[in-house]
């Protein structure tokens, strides 16, 4: 049998090792556009940042030692013209030599990726993509001759990597993003702490502008604002590469990839599309989707060998899990976040939590922010975000686990996770969270969200701050009434109203203050997450510029 593979890196070589150790005669051809054909894409903005020093380092096979471990033909600088479905050919072109040739195959397999999106903007050839080790080496030779300034466009995963590993490089960096937030699968009450930090580095933020002009040292944003540029990087996003799937007649999708069943067979049999360029199956509501991660493309690589050996193959739906650095952050999500969930007509419930990476009493423990969103009837888990220093990729990590294995909110709680002061608290955070989970689905609270304050107060409730005087007076909600905690029963004839919203910092206290008042007699609400989490949240930022 020969199998030809067009694309090489994550999907592509992960179907042609693995076919390999499963047929040991097939013969097996892959066709890369490129002079590189395995290479860790994900580290590229580390080398333009000298974070990884060596660009040997991101190297992890070349067509030899592919040939000389699995005997692969692998065939760099190779470029495929045109798919014959009904010949079962593919056109191909050395793009060294320009000579032209057919190569015929039983199977194909389409890996082609995606590419970069470049707007229609005047001057926009002066931009650099960030995609390929072609494309690093081009940034890194501009970086290389100092430039004084930098703007990325587009505010997305690749847009803040790259800006950090400018920042490190000297090199003053704006980041202007056309939405009013960075790192879109966030919620904004968190989106705001990673721009926050990005502020604090020194990046200047441009957001909810849109780059209108690109000139020979700067660029026009469409506020009217002109920015220096010396070197100008656009990391707006990708599409897939779906030029050859079309031309073949293969059917494209609803999200405009390369539409797949569970086996990644496209609509002809005969032919398979992996990673970016194929769709994916939502894991939460059966949707196409698309996500551009290299561990999926890994993963469908795995499957499409599978299924042409003839093994039996689990079909693989997606959650989404996603992780990124930026400076002294690490932001990690997974499954859907709460604005698409709105956009959806889903019904949710959101909890917020602010713990510590490990028990406080250890020495430097690092304080994170939770999201966890879930179902608010049967508790299935519907997504979860974290924001922190440490930490957070083990969190999320295990709630991914928890939405795969379909482990509830609540069961969150029951999990037996490794636990030494060190490392976690006796009750590590995802615990709290099904805890949490556990009270408010069973009743025994009721939760109010940072964006509903304002509804609340227009209907009664009397908003009440059970922090201590001196957290009260470092800050507050405009229009609380501060009664700690510990003075609740004495002080309850103050409050004048039976409704109430309660909040603490984080949401603990307030929840003991809440089942105290209801015991008094109120129908008290706890603000979910606290004023720390309202503090962080677009309301806040509305409160601070109207003072």
């Known amino acids: 049998m020969r199998i030809v593979i067009i694309g090489g890196v994550a999907g592509g070589m992960s179907a042609a090792t693995r076919l390999r150790r499963l047929d040991a005669n097939a013969e097996i051809i892959v066709l890369e556009k490129s002079g590189y054909v395995s290479y860790a894409n994900c580290g590229l903005p580390y080398y333009v940042g000298g974070i990884i020093e060596e660009e040997s380092a991101l190297l992890l096979q070349t067509p030899a030692s592919l040939h000389a471990r699995f005997r692969l033909d692998v065939r760099v600088n190779t470029e495929v013209l045109a798919i014959n479905p009904s010949k079962k050919t593919v056109a191909v072109k050395n793009l060294d030599s320009h000579e032209s040739r057919e190569v015929d195959y039983d199977k194909l397999i389409l890996s082609p990726g995606a590419s970069p999106v470049i707007p229609p903007i005047p001057g926009v050839e002066r931009g650099l993509t960030l995609r390929t080790v ?159 991660l290299a561990n999926l493309a890994n993963r469908h690589g795995r499957v499409v060998a599978d299924h042409i050996a003839g093994r039996t193959v689990r079909p693989v739906k997606t959650i989404g899990t996603a992780i990124v650095k930026v400076f002294d952050l690490m932001i990690a999500t997974t499954g859907w976040n709460e604005k698409r969930l709105t956009a959806a007509g889903r019904a949710h419930q959101s909890i917020h939590s602010h713990p510590n990476s490990h028990a406080g009493y250890y020495p430097n423990a690092k304080a994170m922010v939770l999201k966890l969103v879930f179902d608010p009837t049967s508790g299935e888990i519907l997504g979860a975000q974290g924001i922190g220093i440490e930490g957070v990729d083990k969190r999320i990590d295990v709630i991914a686990t928890a939405m795969r294995g379909g482990i509830t909110a609540p069961e969150l709680a029951d999990l037996e996770l490794a636990y030494a002061p060190p490392f976690g608290s006796a009750k590590d955070p995802v615990n709290m969270l099904g805890y949490i989970a556990e009270n408010v689905i069973s009743g025994l609270v009721k939760t109010a969200q940072w964006n509903e304050i304002e509804d609340y107060t227009s209907r009664g409730y009397e908003l009440i701050d059970v922090r201590s005087a001196g957290e009260f007076a470092r800050g507050h909600i405009p229009g609380a009434m501060n009664i700690s905690v510990d003075e609740i029963r004495e002080r309850s004839s103050e409050i004048t109203s039976k409704n109430l919203l309660v909040h603490c910092q984080v949401g603990q206290r307030g929840h003991t203050a809440s089942l105290l008042l209801k015991e008094l007699g109120f129908n008290a609400v706890n603000l979910d997450g606290g004023y720390l989490t309202w503090s962080n949240s677009p309301a806040a930022i509305s409160v601070a510029m109207a003072i």
């Open 134 to 292: 072609e494309d690093v080496e081009r940034i890194a030779d501009r970086v290389s001759s100092r430039p004084k300034s930098a703007v990325v466009i587009g505010g997305g995963f690749i847009g803040l990597e790259i800006a950090e590993n400018l920042v490190h490089r000297g090199i003053r960096t704006s980041l202007v993003e056309a939405t009013d937030q960075v790192l879109m699968p966030l919620d904004p009450e968190l989106a705001t702490l990673v721009a926050k930090e990005m502020v604090a580095q020194g990046v200047a933020l441009h957001l909810g502008a849109s780059v209108v002009n690109i000139g020979p040292d700067n660029v026009d944003l469409s506020s009217g604002e002109n920015v220096s540029a010396e070197l100008v990087i656009l990391a707006i996003g990708v599409r897939p590469e779906i030029g050859l799937a079309k031309a073949a007649g293969l059917l494209i999708g609803t999200r405009n990839g390369i539409q797949v069943d569970e086996f990644n067979r496209t609509s002809n049999q005969d032919i398979y599309a992996v990673g970016d360029a194929a769709e994916k199956t939502d894991a939460l509501d059966g949707s196409a989707t698309l996500v551009p």
